[in-house]
């Protein structure tokens, strides 16, 4: 199986009255429609941006791309690292999910900085940052 792997930024488009109980209907969707494309990943929400890393066949991951990319709930997608990977880094988790704190709101901004001076190993960075929030 080729695994694929798919690290974005985005802002969020929901309204600030439903965002708690609209992000909870995301997660829970998500979790299925993962488990059935054999995708695994993380998801953070700093209170305006989104961080997500999904991974999985390669086929599966283009698809969830395309469905991702076109939800109106988010905007300014911009991918951070489009790449193969050797090995699944989440296996346990369809979608872990984390909200507002401090360590998420510094970990994107950073990676917004890095990603604006065009540093290379921003997708690494905050791949690595999701998976050790997540494991
Ligand atoms: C920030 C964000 C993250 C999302 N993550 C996932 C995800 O991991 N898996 C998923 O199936 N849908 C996810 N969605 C929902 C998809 O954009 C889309 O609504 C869903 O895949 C259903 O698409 P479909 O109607 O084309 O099947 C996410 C949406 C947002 C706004």
């Known amino acids: 199986m080729d695994l694929w792997n798919w690290i974005y930024i985005s802002r969020s488009c929901i309204s600030s009255a439903d965002i708690e109980s609209e992000i909870t209907d995301i997660v829970d969707q998500s979790r299925l429609k993962n488990a059935e494309l054999e995708v695994t990943g993380v998801l953070v929400f700093d209170g305006t941006h989104f961080a997500q890393l999904v ?19 988010h905007q300014d997608i911009k991918t951070v690292l489009d790449s193969a990977a050797t090995e699944r880094r989440l296996p346990n988790w369809s979608l872990a ?15 917004m900085r890095d990603i604006e001076q065009g540093q290379p190993d921003a997708g690494t960075r905050l791949g690595s940052f999701l998976i050790d929030l997540a494991v």
Do not use: F, H, K, M
């Not at 999910?97 to 990676?111: K, Q, T």
């Open 97 to 111: 999910y984390s909200g507002r704190s401090l360590v998420i709101s510094r970990a994107i901004r950073r990676a």
């Open 55 to 73: 991974e999985g066949p390669e086929t599966n991951v283009r698809a969830l791309r395309a469905a991702i990319e076109s939800d109106a709930r």
